[in-house]
C-alpha cells in the first residue's frame, strides 16, 4: 500500500477563532484527516510577531487546541502540538532564510497589511514571518497545505524556496501544494463584504467559533446586504449576499446555485436566519465539545507532549539532512 501522502498546516493562537478561520482552515483539517497523515500546529512563535499579553497568550493556545479537538481531530490519527515544542522549527527557519531573498518578503502583502497596522513594531520577526511558515511545511515534508486564500502568497514563497534549495542539494523537501476551499476560502468581513472576516477587526464584523448562538443571528441579520433584494452569486457587485451565500454552500454541503434557488425571492431577512441556523448548527456541538476538552487541562497536556514527540521524531530527521546538506558539523548532543 502506497503510504499516506503528509499534510501540515497551523493557526496562530490569537483571540479567538473566527467562522473564516473555520471554513477557510479547520473545516478542512477534519475533512482530510481520514486520507493523509496530518500534523497541525498551534502556531505560537508566529504569534510573536505582535505583542501578546503572556498570560492570554497561553491560554490561547490552550483554546485553539481544543478547537482542533472539537472540530473532531483525532489526536491518535493527527498530531496537534504546540510550534514552540519542537525546537527544529526556528532552527530550519534560521536557515532557510539564508535561502530567501529580501526582494520576496518585501513583496509580501501580509507585511505590508501588518506593518501598517502596527506601525510602532515592525520588527525583523514581523518580515521574517514566512520563512517560519516555510520552515514548518517543510520540515515535515508536507505534500499539501489546507490555508485560507489570504496564505497563497506565502505558501508560493514556501515553494520557491523549497525550489531553490533542492536545485543547490537535491531533493531535500518536498515542494507542497496548497489546498484552498473553491467556495469559503475567503469568508469575508460581515459589515465590510469586501474586506476579509479577521479577528482583528471590530465584533460586528465577524463570528467567532466560539459566540453564543444570539450573538450569531444578531449578526449575521445586521450583515450588510445591498437594496436589489435578490439573492444571486455577484461577487464584486452583491458582495455582501454572496459572501453569505458562500457560508451557507459550505456549512449545508449545497452548491451556490441550490442556495440561490431555495431562497431568492423569499427576501433577506429569511435567507440570513437560514445563514444562522446553518451557523449556529454547526458552532453548536463545537462548543460543546470545546468545553470539555478545554476544562481538561491533564488530556490537553497529554496530546500536546505526545504530539510533540512524534512531530520531533520526524523534524530532527529533516533537520539531520539539512544540517549534513549544508555543510555544518554533525553531532552527537
Ligand atoms: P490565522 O488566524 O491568520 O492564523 O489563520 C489561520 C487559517 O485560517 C489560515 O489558513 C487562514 O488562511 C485561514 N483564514 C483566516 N481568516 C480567514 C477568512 N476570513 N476566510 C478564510 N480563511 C481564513
Ligand atoms: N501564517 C498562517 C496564518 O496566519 C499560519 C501558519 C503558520 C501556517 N505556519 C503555517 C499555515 C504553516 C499553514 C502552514 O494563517
Redesign the pocket.
Known sequence: MEPKKRI?????PTGTLTLG?YIG?LRNFKLLEDEYDCVY?I?DM?ALTVRQNPTALRKACLTVMSLYLAVGLDPDKSLIYF?SHVPQHAELSWVLSCYTYMGELNRMT?FKDKSARNADNINAGLYT??V???A??LLYK?DL????A??KQ??EL?RDVAERFNKVYGDVFVVPDAYIPKVGGRVMSLQEPTRKMSKSDPEDTYIAMLDEPSAIRKKLRRAVTDSENAIRFAPENKPGVSNLMSILSTLRGITLDEVASLYDGKGYGVFKDAVADAVIETLAPIQERFRRFNSDKAYLEEVMTHSARRAEAIAAKTMAKVRRKVGLAATRL
Open positions: 501540515f498546516s497551523g493557526i496562530q478561520n482552515a500546529s502556531v508566529h510550534q501580509q514571518y514566512p517560519l511558515m516555510a514548518d511545511i508536507a497545505v489546507p490555508i485560507g489570504d496564505q506565502h505558501l514556501s
